[in-house]
């Protein structure tokens, strides 16, 4: 099944401690995105990879890292999570064509205490 | 920057149509989206409408494009309780394709009353 895989799906952590957010798509899609959605916000781009070794910062990066050695794997690292980080993570991917949209995980709440 | 809005709320009766509205303000936005959101889930592609249309029909769904007015609207035809969910616009900015940006509006809640 074509899916876009995040783990973990709940994440309750303290201030400072680093953390990984994975993310695979086995779809062999080109694009991939970290989106946050708060209320009232909507979703907005923290970083995105237009192919391996090729990212980017979105509308909101301060206080996340990515990386993209393989082309189906997306990790977003906090370094040192702020309270204000909490909130509902969402990696998305697509394909070179706009108009299949992006293929969305099932997101990870994160909680950061 | 490109700022897309939606109406917070909806509320209508099983059977009955809904239509769900979008404003946004980039008058060169190529691609519009409607997303669904079901909860505990992730965000579900429903359609997209390019910019040189003005309608798109898919079953139940009905997307219609005012690019003068700047204005999107999905219509949902015999609406079920199984459409409860958010529904979120997203449109494509100029240059959007090459920098993989997708703006999102805050999502409109749909209630569908049995």
């Known amino acids: 099944e074509a899916q876009v895989t995040q783990n973990p799906r709940y994440l309750i952590t303290v201030t400072g401690k680093k953390l990984t957010v994975t993310c695979s798509q086995n779809m062999n899609h080109e694009y991939m995105s970290w989106y946050r959605q708060d209320p009232g916000l909507g979703l907005r781009q923290i970083y995105y990879?237009?192919?391996?070794?090729?990212?980017d910062k979105g509308d909101v990066p301060e206080g996340y890292k990515v990386s993209r050695k393989e082309k189906r794997n997306f990790p977003l690292i906090l370094e040192s999570p702020s309270p204000n980080q909490t909130s509902l993570y969402f990696c998305?991917?697509?394909?070179?064509?706009?108009?299949?949209?992006?293929?969305f995980g099932s997101g990870t709440r994160l909680t950061v205490v | 920057g490109e700022d897309v809005e939606q109406s917070l709320f909806l509320s209508v009766r099983e059977g009955d149509s809904s239509v769900i509205n979008c404003t946004y303000t980039?008058?060169?936005?190529?691609?519009l989206y409607w997303y669904k959101q079901e909860p505990g889930a992730g965000l579900q592609l429903l359609t997209y409408i390019f910019s040189n249309m003005d309608m798109k029909q898919d079953q139940r769904l009905t997307v219609l494009l005012n690019k003068k007015d700047k204005h999107l609207s999905l219509r949902i035809a015999d609406t079920q309780t199984g459409d409860s969910a958010i529904y979120f616009c997203?449109?494509?900015?100029?240059?959007?394709?090459?920098?993989?940006?997708?703006?999102f509006g805050t999502g409109t809640l749909l209630a569908v009353q049995p």
């Open positions: 998305a991917s697509r394909g070179k064509g706009q108009a299949l949209g992006y293929t």
């Open positions: 980039d008058s060169s936005s190529t691609y």
């Open positions: 990879s237009m192919n391996v070794e090729a990212t």
């Open positions: 997203a449109v494509t900015p100029m240059g959007g394709g090459a920098t993989n940006k997708l703006i």
